[in-house]
């Protein structure tokens, strides 16, 4: 059992209410946390406890089976108005956590989520320090949602101003996709069987290829998504952190000092493009109306607080490469965007054909991992067609977690709270990690930015972009997943 006190800047938003407080109940049910831990939330609407205990409850009414536990449950959370740039506010603020810190005899351990727009962080975290909130007397750990930073630069700042309260090791960035069940599995399937742990390199993998694919479009995020764009939104964060995953060296532990430094060793020594290169390396591309399954989509331009002559990404591919002995000229593909077919994310790690002796064309063995929708994996083997003759055919081994395993799995943010609470930094982002993913990220936004790569249309229900496939092609290779496909067969697409 763990005694903290958590404060949630930004208790009264989406993810709050979505996501904090149904992972909090979890942990709470599962005995991480008993007696020994409330919740401040602060917020500037001027709610009361009554009424803060009410959106709790609401947010975990889908887990409840007991009232009485539920009731018990939200009794644990405190609210403050709270204006995060008024100093006299967090003065309030420290004798709430002086006071809940006595009555439910938390030791002094602080955990502080920064649920709100990033310009604050650096503000909240010098009224921490300055009106000593961090006053050093138990575990004080800082979590804080991407983006972290819009550039290199202003990732800089915002880090330097965290660094000036909390050291490296307290702050957590958090990346949801880091907590999901089979990114996590990436690592057993790696590091647990010597099947795959021996060819994960150079001289047997020709290609890696990861897809993080919606069918949806910006929805009400468009003012947002169009300073963003799916490279910032997607790339700097998500597909890099699993790409480093990937393509690590083995750690010599499963522990946080043992893995990060080969993340970042992945990271540090990503191929830096030069404009030539991402011209022809790097597509973006902007959804047009469309049409699939019977239903009509319009184009971006066309979506709500989208500026009609935005030129931002809503696709973005391209190719990465790894300046290490395991992974030196393997290109790692990359694809993510709005509006495409279906929504999925998988990773392809396609092995090389060598040559064999049968005079026949046989298909590569490729492993696949199914993140979600549905998670699981399987591998492409060959193996003999029943007949007379001798005719090699691909046959799948699949599998799948079913329902019941994947219902009593923790959900991502419940096992990224968990890692907070024991001090695990394992599946967050160290600061070295993001200044590298900012410093290749920042490269391609400036080309792009100054309009030297064009931006292609694609039809939304699409997998993005023509060019995206010939980028493959060029490298004598094709993306594994084609889902358009199915829907084109019969008539669905056009």
């Known amino acids: 059992m763990t005694q903290v006190i958590f404060t949630i800047f930004g208790a009264s938003g989406d993810l709050a209410k979505r996501k904090l407080y149904p992972s909090l109940f979890r942990l709470y049910k599962s005995g991480v946390l008993?007696?020994?831990f409330a919740v401040i939330g602060t917020a500037r609407r001027p709610w009361t406890k009554a009424y803060f205990e009410g959106v709790v409850l609401d947010?975990?009414?889908?887990?409840?089976?007991?009232?009485?536990?539920?009731?018990k449950f939200a009794s644990h959370f405190y609210y403050q108005s709270h204006d995060v740039q008024d100093a006299g506010h967090y003065v309030t603020l420290k004798n709430l956590q002086d006071d809940l810190c006595a009555t439910y005899e938390t030791g002094h351990n602080k955990v502080f989520f920064l649920a709100m727009a990033p310009e604050f962080f650096g503000t909240i975290a010098s009224h921490l320090k300055s009106e000593n909130i961090v006053d050093g007397l138990g575990f004080e750990r800082l979590i804080i949602e991407k983006?972290?930073?819009?550039?290199?630069?202003?990732?800089k700042a915002l880090n330097q101003a965290l660094s000036e309260t909390f050291n490296e090791d307290q702050i957590f960035r958090i990346d949801h996709y880091l907590g999901k069940e089979m990114i996590q599995n990436i690592f057993a399937v790696r590091f647990a069987n010597v099947l795959f742990e021996h060819v994960w390199n150079r001289e047997f993998i020709d290609n890696i290829q990861i897809t993080f694919a919606e069918s949806i479009g910006v929805e009400d995020r468009g003012g947002y998504y169009d300073k963003s764009g799916a490279l910032k939104d997607m790339v700097q964060n998500h597909i890099l952190q699993v790409l480093s995953i990937l393509a690590m060296d083995k750690p010599a532990s499963f522990s946080s000092s043992d893995v990060l430094p080969e993340k970042i060793k992945v990271l540090e020594n990503l191929c830096i493009p030069d404009e030539t290169t991402i011209a022809k390396n790097f597509?973006?591309?902007?959804?047009?109306?469309?049409?699939?399954?019977?239903?009509?989509?319009?184009?971006?331009?066309?979506?709500?607080?989208?500026?009609?002559?935005?030129?931002?990404?809503t696709f973005a591919s391209g190719v990465f490469f790894i300046e290490t002995d395991?992974?030196?000229?393997?290109?790692?593909f990359f694809r993510t965007g709005k509006r495409l077919t279906e929504k999925g994310t998988r990773i392809n790690i396609v092995f090389k054909n060598n040559a064999n002796i049968f005079k026949q064309d046989i298909q590569q063995n490729i492993l696949t991992i199914y993140i979600q929708p549905t998670e699981g994996f399987s591998l492409l083997v060959n193996g003999k067609e029943v007949g007379k003759s001798f005719a090699v055919e691909p046959v799948k081994l699949d599998f799948r977690h079913d329902a019941a395993a994947l219902g009593n799995s923790p959900e991502a943010y419940e096992k990224l709270?968990?890692?907070?609470l024991n001090g695990d930094a394992t599946n967050f982002s160290h600061w070295q990690e993001v200044k590298a993913s900012w410093t290749l990220i920042d490269k391609?936004?400036?080309?792009w930015q100054a309009d030297k790569a064009p931006l292609y249309p694609y039809q939304a229900g699409s997998m993005g972009p023509v060019e995206s496939f010939d980028l493959l092609e060029k490298y004598g290779t094709s993306w594994v997943w084609q889902p358009d496909h199915w829907y084109r067969e019969r008539g669905l697409l056009q």
Do not use: C
């Open 34 to 36: 008993s007696e020994h």
């Open 59 to 71: 947010a975990i009414s889908d887990l409840t089976t007991s009232k009485t536990e539920a009731e």
């Open 147 to 155: 983006p972290f930073g819009t550039s290199l630069e202003t990732a």
């Open 283 to 313: 597509i973006r591309g902007q959804y047009q109306a469309g049409r699939i399954n019977q239903q009509d989509f319009p184009a971006y331009i066309d979506e709500p607080s989208v500026d009609p002559a935005s030129k931002t990404e």
């Open 326 to 332: 395991r992974f030196k000229d393997v290109p790692f």
């Open 417 to 420: 709270m968990y890692d907070v």
């Open 444 to 447: 391609i936004v400036s080309t």
